[in-house]
């Protein structure tokens, strides 16, 4: 595979790109994420495996999120059913999305078992388990400490699996080979990751920010001003997500 190298200033066209997809298909993106979103609620409601199977859904829905938009880019419409577009893929690949997914799950049990070594297991039992942590350790700087470690963890890990999934299901990849190929890809363009990430990070704190200040400006209350940032909240969700095909578009071959 040709392994293609980008400026930096690509990064604010992957961002970019996922607002003009939302804009063209909303409603069905909206659909997308609500049945995705209402999948991984069900999940989590399975007993002791509750707080696993949304991580294993993570690279399966992330396979479908790409191809969503990959239909808009196309002018093709497509349903919610879509989320499993990796599952439906010619065998071997469905089986082998679904050990990259168990690798998924095995890789940030890991993190969270490293930060378990400053809080004592506390974050991983929240994230993992939704058990809120003890009274006295709600004040603790070890929970914060153990957060910001499993953040710096989870930067390479990202790395790995951000291309991963659809390395396997669109182009026949193994699992390690995904992986290695996914980090390497990230590697070389690092300069326009940290522009697409710097740019996602500023307006998911930004935006509802300002919107804040606006209402309060206003003389708007608490709930007028979350009913105000609650479009803005989604309308940002949904554009990040169809963003992530931007990048794989303009990094890999055509599929």
Request: proline share 7%.
């Amino acid at each position: 595979m040709l392994l293609r190298t980008v400026p930096a200033r690509e990064g604010l066209l992957w961002m970019r790109q996922g607002f003009v997809w939302l804009f063209r298909q909303p409603w069905r993106a909206l659909a997308l994420v609500g049945a995705y979103v209402l999948g991984v609620a069900l999940l989590s409601l399975v007993p002791v495996l509750g707080g696993v199977l949304p991580l294993f859904a993570v690279q399966v829905a992330t396979t479908g999120f790409m191809a969503a938009s990959r239909a808009i880019d196309r002018g093709q419409p497509f349903s919610p059913l879509l989320l499993l577009d990796g599952l439906r893929a010619a065998a071997p690949r469905p089986r082998q999305l679904l050990l990259l997914a168990l690798l998924y799950v095995g890789a940030v049990a890991a993190v969270l078992l490293l930060a378990s070594l400053i809080d004592g297991g506390a974050l991983l039992r929240l994230l993992l388990f939704g058990q809120l942590p003890a009274a006295h350790m709600r004040d603790d700087p070890s929970l914060r400490e153990a957060a910001l470690v499993a953040t710096v963890a989870y930067v390479p890990l990202s790395a790995a699996f951000w291309l991963a999934p659809v390395l396997v299901s669109w182009y026949g990849m193994g699992p390690w080979q995904a992986l290695f190929t996914s980090t390497v890809i990230v590697l070389r363009n690092l300069p326009a990751f940290i522009v697409y990430a710097t740019q996602w990070f500023a307006l998911f704190i930004g935006v509802p920010l300002l919107l804040g200040l606006l209402a309060t400006a206003a003389g708007a209350g608490g709930i007028a001003s979350t009913l105000i940032g609650l479009p803005a909240a989604i309308v940002l969700m949904l554009a990040f997500i169809l963003s992530f095909y931007a990048s794989a578009r303009s990094l890999l071959p055509e599929s």
